[in-house]
C-alpha cells in the first residue's frame, strides 16, 4: 500500500506556495512600485504552478512529497552549499536585480517574444520537472544514496534521454522569470544559478557512478548528463 501524505509532505506541498510569496515581496519592495503587469504575471504563474504542481505529487507521488521535506541522512555536505547557494540566487537575487532595474532604476523591459519566451521557459521547467519525479521515486530534494529506500537506477521517461532531467528543468527555470518581467540585468544571477546547477550535475553523476550500482552501465547508454549531443 503506498504511504499516505504525512505532516512533512504538508510541509513540503506548500513550501513553494511560500517561496513563490517571498519572491513576488522581495521584487515589489524592491522596485518600489506595484504597477508592474510582467511582474504580477510571473509571480502568478509560480503560484499557480506551485498549487498544480503540488496536486499532482498529493494525487501521484505522497511519499516523495514526504520524503522531499528535508535533508536526510547522508546527504553530501556539498549539495547542501550549493542548495543554498541555487535558492538564493533564484529566489532572492532575481527578484532584487530585477525590482532594482524595472522599478527603482524605471529600466526599460525587454520587448518583443521575450515575454512569450519566459512563459515558454517556465512551462518547460513545470513540466519536466513533475515528470521526472512522477516517474522517479528516488527523487528527493538532496543528494544521497538512499540505501534506506532500495536506491536503484530509473531508466522510464525522460530518464532514457538525459541522465538528470530534474537539473535540466531547473536550467529553465533560472531564466523564466528574467524573460517574463523583462530584465536584461537579472540574467546575470539568472545565469550564475545555471553554473551552480551545471556544478551539482557534475558532482552528483561522478557521485552516483562511484557509489550506486548500475549507474556507470546506465551512463554508457544515457551518455549525456543535461543536454543531447553535448554534455
Not at 52 to 64: H, S
Not at 92 to 110: D, H, K, S, T
Request: aromatic share 12%; with cysteine; charged share 20%.
Amino acid at each position: 500500500m503506498s504511504q499516505k501524505l504525512n505532516k512533512d509532505g504538508v510541509k513540503y506541498l506548500l513550501a513553494p506556495v511560500r517561496w513563490n510569496i517571498l519572491m513576488g515581496v522581495v521584487f515589489f519592495l524592491v522596485a518600489g512600485r506595484w504597477d508592474i503587469a510582467r511582474a504580477w504575471l510571473a509571480f502568478g504563474i509560480h503560484i499557480i504552478g506551485a498549487v498544480f504542481g503540488g496536486y499532482l505529487m498529493l494525487r501521484f507521488a505522497p511519499e516523495l512529497a514526504n520524503q522531499r521535506a528535508e535533508a536526510r541522512e547522508g546527504t553530501k555536505g556539498w549539495d547542501k552549499l550549493i542548495l543554498l547557494s541555487y535558492f538564493l540566487l533564484l529566489i532572492v537575487c532575481i527578484p532584487v536585480v530585477a525590482g532594482l532595474e524595472i522599478g527603482r532604476f524605471g529600466g526599460v523591459q525587454m520587448e518583443g517574444l521575450s515575454c512569450v519566451a519566459g512563459i515558454a521557459l517556465y512551462l518547460g521547467f513545470f513540466l519536466l520537472f513533475y515528470w521526472a519525479m512522477l516517474v522517479n521515486k528516488h527523487f528527493e530534494g538532496t543528494v544521497r544514496i538512499q540505501t534506506d529506500r532500495d536506491h536503484i537506477v530509473v531508466t522510464r521517461g525522460p530518464y532514457g534521454v538525459v541522465r538528470h532531467p530534474g537539473y535540466v528543468a531547473m536550467v529553465l527555470v533560472c531564466l523564466a522569470d528574467p524573460f517574463i518581467i523583462g530584465s536584461k540585468l537579472a540574467l546575470i544571477p539568472g545565469v550564475v544559478a545555471i553554473a551552480v546547477t551545471v556544478l551539482r550535475t557534475f558532482l552528483e553523476d561522478r557521485m552516483l557512478q562511484e557509489e550506486l550500482d548500475g549507474y556507470a552501465e546506465y551512463a554508457t547508454r544515457v551518455r549525456y548528463r543535461l543536454i543531447p549531443g553535448a554534455w
